[in-house]
């Protein structure tokens, strides 16, 4: 029998809008087909930084395409306009932003950043969001590029279909396509790693922010 995740309402906070995509895409995919429901906040559209033969919207488009390929509904998608590599200046609204999800979503899993990331939009997420979830189970997802130390805590299995979405889901940021970890056989080559330290074809692993047993 499949083991399922015992949590329902899970809530994936993104610095900006492929963050998530990349830390925890294909477990968005996994959990998408347990019927979990399933809400994405994203802080920057990083409109300042959209290469110039993009619209300055382009990071909204696709992330709403990237939903739609993971199975996420568009209405559960909260996305806010902080400007990149700002968002410490403005901790306080992000908590406050954040303390509202938790009242309206009342979530009982939360994937962030890693508080070792060093992007510095990356690390006053994941701060404010250990902040405002203090009552919740909370797993920081992986971002090689951005991690110096980063604990393979827990691991969510995944197979073949969930990596093949996540790829496909990253591939809709066609805006961010000149960085160099947006690769489809890196991507796959990243869930393979993780998957070998654990015995399974695939994984995506997650430092243990909190765990809460109900
Ligand atoms: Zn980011």
Redesign the pocket.
Known sequence: MMSEMNFSRILIL??????GE?GCGGTIAKLVEQGKEIFHAAF?L?EESVPSDFPKNALEIEVKKAAKVLGLKEENLFLYKYK?RELDSFRQDILEDLVKLKKELNPDLIFM?SPNDL?Q??YTVSREGLRAFKENTILGYE?PW?NITFNTLAFIILNREHIKKKQEAIKCFESQSHRYYVNEDFVRAWGMTRGVQIGSEFAETFEVLRWIMR
């Open positions: 993104s610095p900006h809008v492929d963050d990349f920057s990083a990149v950043p992007h939009d990356h971002l951005n």
